[in-house]
T-cell receptor, first 114, second 112 residues
């Protein structure tokens, strides 16, 4: 079956611009996670959705970052007033629910802020 | 605050060798631990998931062990192959609904 997909695969934007990154989880998965990965490091947790609600958004670095999942499937990560330090690979994962099931990752979106 | 470390950061072995990757975590109160593989420019692929009540999990040439009391997990790869070359990451979850904390990964190169 289809895995987790993310679009776009690459995004180059200028400092100060607004960007949206999209994640399509595996059908039927109620839990969805966003991570950010910098070169040579493991993924860093950003936010976790259970259904439509954000169960844990403690990883969002500041109020420029926001994520939604209005219908409990597709999620969008939104970054306002991008900074060069936001450049990273943004990974999305989904699991059957949040309770102990494996997370399945998408290929990521590489964001470059110039 | 949970911290996850992985040793070594990089490893290079000849094909056919058995090898062990190490993962340590500071808070032993975990819900589960998961090992992932990441190929360059790609997302993560789950290899093994160990629940806190389990001691080990096996899949093919891979065996992962968990010692909660000492805050350690190992990933054993038998008869390594060039196709095993990738970065291996471990990740822990504190409670059933908690976020996942990743280690920095071990970059493995298997030389033909």
């Amino acid at each position: 079956g289809a895995g987790v997909s993310q679009t776009p695969s690459n995004k180059v934007t200028e400092k100060g611009k607004y960007v949206e990154l999209r994640c399509d989880p595996i059908s039927g998965h109620t839990a969805l996670y966003w991570y950010r990965q910098s070169l040579g490091q493991g993924p860093e947790f950003l936010i976790y959705f259970q259904g439509t609600g954000a169960a844990d958004d403690s990883g969002l670095p500041n109020d420029r970052f926001f994520a939604v999942r209005p219908e409990g499937s597709v999620s969008t990560l939104k970054i306002q007033r991008t900074e060069r330090g936001d450049s990273a690979v943004y990974l999305c994962a989904s699991s059957l629910d949040g309770v102990g099931y494996e997370q399945y990752f998408g290929p990521g979106t590489r964001l470059t802020v110039t | 605050k949970q911290e996850v470390t992985q040793i070594p950061a990089a490893l290079s072995v000849p094909e056919g060798e058995n090898l062990v990757l190490n993962c340590s975590f500071t808070d032993s109160a975990i819900y589960n631990l998961q090992w992932f593989r990441q190929d360059p420019g790609k997302g993560l692929t789950s290899l093994l998931l160990i629940q806190s009540s389990q001691r080990e999990q096996t899949s093919g040439r891979l065996n992962a062990s968990l010692d909660k009391s000492s805050g350690r997990s190992t990933l054993y790869i038998a008869a390594s192959q060039p196709g095993d070359s990738a970065t291996y990451l471990c990740a822990v979850k504190k409670t059933s609904y908690d976020k996942v904390i990743f280690g920095p990964g071990t970059s493995l190169s298997v030389i033909p």
